[in-house]
């Protein structure tokens, strides 16, 4: 800033914060303000912004009805001394306020010392004329234990009380000592630190000014979050795509526009290059270099080409955000987002004015809600479990937007599943949900046949094993089933393994994989069997077929 100008050539210019563009790990922040030009101002200068301001990035333009020249931008960091009037007079507050309650408890304590050393003066001279009334008859043992268990009671009390009060005493004394450190901090002053810009302006003549500045921050990052609900008896689930903002960049947003992007600018727009992949012999380590030759290497990589990509894909993402004339905010029933496919990322416009304090708390924002198609299928495998698990088959229409990575959150007939990891689901793809066991799908699985043939076959031993599995549709709703069950696979050319029958009929899979797709009528019940060999020589010992 040009310090020969006279004060009123440069206006302090307050600004507020209009609308946040929120990536996966920064923001970009748009702020405006108005002013009333009289034609001799040279500077219009922001200040008290965060110190997550990265100063690369800010930039600035305006609209208004006197023609204005922007120069230039300068940040500067600026270090202030933060008032610390307020917080000085209720630690003094405070302090007295335990002081006196500590001077109320040793003024309790005094009171009960005199009381406990008048009983121990009163049982000193008692037990002597005590003992003189006991021996000539004069008091009864009865009136004697009285006075004895008198005394020793309130003796007893009164020490209790005592250190009761001496307990309190010592943490009143922690707590006091503890402000006065307080206290001692925050009287010695600190610099708070900010950055300040001042933006060079040559306005035509008097006449209204608005001042757009934007800047990206560090802090800041959201992740999609989902709410699915399934009915049994429908063909839908309801998604619910909720984001999860997050953000400590030093300010608070309030009442903005705010839009949610996939974009990454901090990775640039250049694919990344393969390095060579060396092999070499192995060479010992050298001696560690000395300390001149190492602040040599670090100073050339650190000079070395690729640092710079990236801050200009960043300065070019922040100077590219269009700046509005006229804005009108507009409140929907209903949460909802613009959505907008373009450059390869997926921007949310959210609708309706949007607080965001920076507490770095998590908060959410719905996005939009749908239902998206989907089919019920049931999974068994009865071999390791006799239950059936039912899924969801959803598909995201082929005009939807793109499902992001994220936490999902199930419900089945409005009762909380559970939670799952969602991957990236685009647009005209299928997804599963689990939903849990279906108890409405009853499974029974039997061995009903183990043989070992007495002869040799072709001088093999030949051992037969079939199994029966029932399957009832305990449901009033038809069911589809996908059963899978297993033979067992050789790792021995010695051992042959055979499907000979499957009722109903299907085709062996790898890895000795047995699937069946079944279609279940309500209340109907369906049997399923299947038949295999394993034959060896009779000199092996085979393991693995303790079924």
Same mark, same amino acid.
């Given at each position: 800033?040009?310090?020969?100008?006279?004060?009123?050539?440069?206006?302090?210019?307050?600004?507020?914060?209009?609308?946040?563009?929120?990536?996966?790990?920064?923001?970009?922040?748009? =702020?405006?303000?108005?002013?009333?030009?009289?034609?001799?101002?040279?500077?219009?200068?922001?200040?008290?912004?965060?110190?997550?301001? @990265?100063?690369?990035?800010?930039?600035?333009?305006?609209?208004?009805?006197?023609?204005?020249?922007?120069?230039?931008?300068?940040?500067?960091?600026?270090?202030?001394?933060?008032?610390?009037?307020?917080?000085?007079?209720?630690?003094?507050?405070?302090?007295?306020?335990?002081?006196?309650?500590?001077?109320?408890?040793?003024? =309790?304590?005094?009171?009960?010392?005199?009381?406990?050393?008048?009983?121990?003066?009163?049982?000193?001279?008692?037990?002597?004329?005590?003992?003189?009334?006991?021996?000539?008859?004069?008091?009864?043992?009865?009136?004697?234990?009285?006075?004895?268990?008198?005394?020793?009671?309130?003796?007893?009390?009164?020490?209790?009380?005592?250190?009761?009060? @001496? =307990?309190?005493?010592?943490?009143?004394?922690?707590?006091?000592?503890?402000?006065?450190?307080?206290?001692?901090?925050?009287?010695?002053?600190?610099?708070?630190?900010?950055?300040?810009?001042?933006? #060079?302006?040559?306005?035509?003549?008097?006449?209204?000014?608005?001042?757009?500045?934007?800047?990206?921050?560090?802090?800041?990052?959201?992740?999609?979050?989902?709410?699915?609900?399934?009915?049994?008896?429908?063909?839908?689930?309801?998604?619910?795509?909720?984001?999860?903002?997050?953000?400590?960049?030093?300010?608070?947003?309030?009442?903005?526009?705010?839009?949610?992007?996939?974009?990454?600018?901090?990775?640039?727009?250049?694919?990344?290059?393969?390095?060579?992949?060396?092999?070499?012999?192995?060479?010992?380590?050298?001696?560690?270099?000395?300390?001149?030759?190492?602040?040599?290497?670090?100073?050339?990589?650190?000079?070395?080409?690729?640092?710079?990509?990236?801050?200009?894909?960043?300065?070019?993402?922040?100077?590219?955000?269009?700046?509005?004339?006229?804005?009108?905010?507009?409140?929907?029933?209903?949460?909802?987002?613009?959505?907008?496919?373009?450059?390869?990322?997926?921007?949310?416009?959210?609708?309706?004015?949007?607080?965001?304090?920076?507490?770095?708390?998590?908060?959410?924002?719905?996005?939009?809600?749908?239902?998206?198609?989907?089919?019920?299928?049931?999974?068994?495998?009865? @071999?390791?479990?006799?239950?059936?698990?039912?899924?969801?088959?959803?598909?995201?229409?082929?005009?939807?937007?793109?499902?992001?990575?994220?936490?999902?959150?199930?419900?089945?007939?409005?009762?909380? &599943?559970?939670?799952?990891?969602?991957?990236?689901?685009?647009?005209?793809?299928?997804?599963?949900?689990?939903?849990?066991?279906?108890?409405?799908?009853?499974?029974?699985?039997?061995?009903?046949?183990?043989? &070992?043939?007495?002869?040799?076959?072709?001088?093999? =031993?030949?051992?037969?094993?079939?199994?029966?599995?029932?399957?009832?549709?305990?449901?009033?709703?038809?069911?589809?089933?996908?059963?899978?069950?297993?033979?067992?696979?050789?790792?021995?050319?010695?051992?042959?393994?055979?499907?000979?029958?499957?009722?109903?009929?299907?085709?062996?899979?790898?890895?000795?994989?047995?699937?069946?797709?079944?279609?279940?009528?309500?209340?109907?019940?369906?049997?399923?069997?299947?038949?295999?060999?394993?034959?060896?020589?009779?000199?092996?010992?085979?393991? #693995?077929?303790?079924?």
């Amino acid at each position: 800033m040009d310090t020969s100008a006279t004060p009123s050539t440069v206006i302090s210019l307050e600004t507020h914060i209009v609308a946040v563009t929120v990536y996966t790990d920064q923001a970009l922040i748009t =702020r405006r303000g108005k002013v009333t030009l009289t034609g001799q101002e040279q500077a219009l200068t922001l200040t008290h912004l965060p110190l997550t301001l @990265k100063p690369e990035s800010v930039r600035a333009s305006g609209v208004g009805h006197v023609a204005v020249q922007l120069r230039d931008v300068q940040t500067e960091r600026i270090y202030a001394t933060e008032p610390v009037v307020d917080r000085i007079a209720q630690l003094t507050a405070q302090i007295e306020a335990l002081t006196d309650e500590k001077q109320t408890i040793e003024d =309790r304590i005094a009171a009960d010392a005199i009381q406990r050393k008048f009983i121990e003066g009163l049982s000193e001279k008692a037990v002597d004329r005590f003992s003189r009334s006991l021996a000539q008859q004069q008091v009864s043992l009865a009136e004697t234990r009285n006075l004895l268990n008198f005394v020793g009671q309130r003796y007893g009390d009164l020490s209790a009380a005592i250190a009761q009060h @001496k =307990r309190e005493q010592t943490q009143l004394t922690k707590q006091i000592q503890a402000l006065y450190q307080q206290l001692q901090q925050i009287q010695t002053p600190r610099p708070k630190e900010s950055y300040s810009l001042t933006v #060079g302006i040559a306005p035509a003549g008097a006449g209204e000014f608005e001042l757009e500045v934007s800047y990206v921050c560090d802090r800041a990052s959201w992740k999609p979050l989902y709410d699915l609900r399934v009915d049994s008896t429908d063909s839908r689930v309801h998604l619910t795509y909720l984001a999860e903002v997050n953000q400590t960049t030093g300010e608070d947003w309030s009442t903005v526009a705010l839009t949610l992007s996939t974009a990454k600018p901090g990775l640039g727009t250049l694919p990344p290059n393969l390095t060579p992949w060396y092999v070499d012999v192995y060479q010992p380590l050298p001696p560690p270099a000395s300390a001149p030759m190492m602040f040599r290497n670090r100073a050339v990589a650190s000079a070395a080409p690729g640092g710079k990509d990236e801050e200009n894909e960043m300065v070019a993402m922040a100077s590219s955000y269009a700046f509005e004339v006229t804005q009108q905010a507009i409140i929907a029933e209903a949460p909802s987002a613009q959505i907008t496919n373009e450059g390869g990322g997926v921007t949310f416009a959210i609708d309706g004015n949007n607080n965001i304090p920076g507490d770095g708390a998590s908060h959410k924002i719905t996005i939009f809600n749908d239902d998206y198609p989907s089919h019920l299928e049931h999974i068994a495998v009865p @071999k390791l479990v006799s239950f059936a698990y039912l899924q969801a088959i959803v598909t995201n229409p082929a005009d939807g937007v793109t499902l992001l990575a994220g936490q999902a959150n199930i419900f089945r007939d409005n009762r909380f &599943v559970g939670t799952t990891p969602l991957e990236n689901v685009a647009p005209g793809q299928e997804f599963k949900l689990n939903l849990g066991i279906d108890e409405g799908l009853k499974i029974t699985r039997d061995l009903i046949e183990r043989k &070992v043939e007495k002869q040799l076959i072709g001088g093999q =031993r030949r051992l037969t094993y079939a199994y029966r599995l029932v399957v009832t549709n305990l449901r009033e709703q038809e069911a589809m089933l996908k059963l899978s069950e297993q033979l067992p696979v050789s790792r021995n050319e010695q051992i042959k393994v055979r499907l000979h029958r499957t009722s109903p009929q299907t085709q062996l899979g790898e890895m000795g994989l047995l699937e069946w797709s079944l279609q279940l009528e309500p209340n109907a019940k369906q049997e399923l069997s299947y038949q295999f060999t394993v034959e060896h020589s009779p000199a092996l010992t085979v393991t #693995g077929l303790d079924i």
